[in-house]
């Protein structure tokens, strides 16, 4: 009996969407990969994600299927009509009835620029953009990967990491299913947990965000044993990792962290090396098949050492966003040869004796939040929706654990009691993205074309 077999009796085709809202558990690979193979395409949800996420991506991707378990199934009843495409939705407790004999069973082609994912990422216009990854694509990070971190089939990756995100679906899973090696799947990371779960040597590699190096660190300052001498790997990525933090773990552990780069739409992009330096506060050079600039704002190459915005190119590329030809047309540009070079809107430098790169910030106003990501906008125009609230500005704030957090300023036409204001946040929105700060303000700072001067708000 399989799950590949039962989805096809029940008339799963190439190219229909099935969107997964599912903790981790073995099922959520089992079917994921069962979609993939009959060349549907997934589209995981943040389990964090409520009402207008959820909302927007049922409604942008048009699901024919739906799989999650019983406790998510309260928040899909506060979706109307955007939830309409949905034919079934499949329970885990119930994907064994969903199995069929595997005789019957005619897997379809599935080629290289087939659609295997759309991944939906935070969009700097309020709603988030589905970002189309193709096998190919997968392909390309996952070889590259393998090659650059020298996997292993005795390899035992202990995976904390949401499987609905890049970091712990195709970094973590992929990487490990195609090395032939052992995933150790957890429902999440819990500091105490984990911490004794790494020391217990049932793992040698571990991948995390460097708020999980945080809280590890943490733990083990009052953890007498911190034998790692069995861990081969471990690594950090998703956001940037805090020099200091790479230093204590070092000091406590023996291990020096190797920081790696990627985004939804492109895979992983660089990293540090695996035999050679790993540098604090760097991401490192291009992995096998990636090709990297940087650029100034009129397109062209900045002199070497020179800050710029970091284009890449290569196999590990998403194909664009899903329905949005003019947000994709906006990200990439072509150069001489034809090549597509995708904006990652991230700054970067590169060291002109060593190649390494270090990331210096973002062009746009992206918040990240212990690796979520957060845009300002979507808050923004919720804050807006609420009685007596003319106008919102969200900044990120540093903050030690989390990295950044909103915080939002306010111009009220009528008295708002910001906790009424937070609960009416978290009904609609994940609770990472509700700020945590809430200030009145007069008038936001505005310059002379009427543009939000948030630099001024930072201050
Ligand atoms: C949870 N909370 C967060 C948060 N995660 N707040 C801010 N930022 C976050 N990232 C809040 C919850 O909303 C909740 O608030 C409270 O913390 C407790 O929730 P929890 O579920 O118990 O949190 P916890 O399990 O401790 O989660 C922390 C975490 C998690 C660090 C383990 O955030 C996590 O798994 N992060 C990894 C994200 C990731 O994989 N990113 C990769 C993206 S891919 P309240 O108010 O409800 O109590 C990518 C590409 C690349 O970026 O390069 O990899
Ligand atoms: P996402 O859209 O969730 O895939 O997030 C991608 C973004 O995460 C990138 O554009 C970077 O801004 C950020 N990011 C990923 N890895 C790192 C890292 N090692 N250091 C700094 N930022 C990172």
Redesign the pocket.
């Known amino acids: 009996m399989s799950s590949l077999a039962g989805l096809q009796k029940w008339g799963l085709q190439k190219g229909d969407r099935v969107a997964f809202f599912l903790s981790n558990c073995p099922e959520f690979l089992i079917a994921y990969l069962a979609v993939i193979r009959l060349g549907a395409i997934m589209v995981p949800i943040n389990l964090?994600y409520r009402r207008l996420e959820l909302g927007h991506i049922l409604s942008d991707c048009t699901p024919r299927l739906l799989f999650t378990e019983r406790p998510q199934l309260g928040f899909l009843d506060d979706i109307g009509a955007e939830k309409q495409s949905l034919e079934a939705i499949l329970l885990v407790e119930e994907l064994a009835q969903w199995q069929a004999d595997a005789t019957s069973l005619q897997a379809p082609l599935v080629e290289a620029n087939d659609l295997a994912l759309v991944m939906y990422t935070s969009g700097t216009t309020g709603r988030s953009k589905g970002a189309m990854i193709t096998h190919n694509n997968v392909i390309t990070t996952v070889t590259g990967l393998l090659a650059a971190w020298a996997w292993e089939q005795n390899d035992r990756l202990l995976l904390?990491?949401?499987l609905f995100?890049?970091?712990?679906l195709i970094?973590g899973a992929h990487c490990a299913l195609a090395a032939g090696a052992t995933i150790l799947l957890r429902a999440?990371?819990e500091a105490t947990k984990t911490t004794a779960e790494l020391l217990s040597g049932a793992a040698n590699v571990f991948f995390a965000?460097p708020?999980?190096y945080v809280r590890l660190i943490d733990e083990l300052r009052h953890t007498a044993n911190r034998d790692f001498a069995h861990m081969r790997l471990f690594c950090s990525?998703?956001?940037p990792l805090a020099p200091e933090t790479h230093t204590a773990f070092y000091e406590l552990t023996g291990h020096t962290i190797l920081e790696r780069?990627?985004?939804?739409e492109t895979g992983?992009n660089l990293s540090n090396a695996y035999a050679g330096a790993r540098v604090a506060g760097s991401v490192g050079t291009p992995l096998p098949g990636v090709s990297m600039r940087i650029v100034d704002g009129k397109n062209q190459d900045v002199a070497p050492g020179e800050e710029g915005e970091l284009l890449v190119c290569g196999g590990n590329v998403f194909s664009g966003y899903w329905l949005a030809p003019e947000k994709t047309a906006a990200s990439f540009s072509h150069d001489s040869l034809g090549h597509q070079w995708f904006h990652t809107g991230d700054l970067a430098r590169q060291d002109p004796q060593t190649g390494y790169v270090t990331l210096l910030g973002r062009r746009h106003e992206l918040i990240i939040?212990?690796?979520?990501?957060i845009y300002p906008r979507e808050i923004e125009e919720l804050l807006t929706t609420y009685p007596g609230v003319a106008e919102a500005a969200v900044i990120g704030v540093p903050h030690a654990e989390?990295g950044e957090?909103p915080a939002a300023f306010l111009v009220c036409t009528a008295v708002v009691d910001p906790a009424e204001l937070i609960t009416y946040c978290?009904q609609q929105l994940?609770?990472?993205k509700?700020p945590r700060q809430i200030t009145t303000v007069d008038v936001l700072p505005r310059n002379a074309m009427g543009k939000l001067q948030k630099h001024l708000l930072k201050a």
């Open positions: 964090r904390c990491l949401p995100h890049v970091h712990g970094v999440g990371f965000v708020t999980i990525g998703s956001a780069y990627g985004m939804t992983m939040s212990g690796g979520f990501n989390w957090v978290k994940a609770s990472f509700v």
